[in-house]
């Protein structure tokens, strides 16, 4: 008993009041939605622009036809009230289609608000 009072302790006191939790990627996490949309010209911004501006994506895929898509994503969470599982935040989407010469064909960028619960200590 003692063992485990002493490591609640310990566990409590490297516990942060807030937490925040990051994941994605940062290049697009630093960008605004107006520089997002006038990086990215239709028809004219190529796949090594993209790398360049955002770096690899997060995920590559293929529509039926054969196109390429690649996704980019970020998600910042923060700890609503300190010490729960209370998460708010904002997630950042970049979706992009490229036609067959390699060039950004169509894209979508969305921002939101997101709420979440966290679980703090797994289960099992």
Request: contains cysteine; proline residues 3%.
């Amino acid at each position: 008993m003692k063992a485990y009072v002493g490591m609640l302790a310990v566990a409590l006191t490297l516990l942060p009041g807030c937490t925040a939790i990051m994941s994605g990627n940062e290049r697009l996490h630093a960008m605004s939605a107006s520089e997002i949309r006038s990086s990215i010209i239709i028809g004219k911004t190529g796949k090594d622009e993209i790398r360049s501006l955002l770096g690899g994506p997060d995920e590559v895929s293929f529509t039926d036809s054969g196109l390429l898509i690649w996704r980019y994503d970020f998600t910042l969470l923060a700890q609503k009230i300190p010490f729960t599982s209370a998460f708010q935040g904002s997630k950042k989407e970049l979706t992009i289609l490229y036609d067959k010469e390699g060039r950004v064909q169509e894209f979508s960028y969305e921002q939101a608000p997101i709420s979440r619960r966290v679980s703090l200590f797994y289960g099992g």
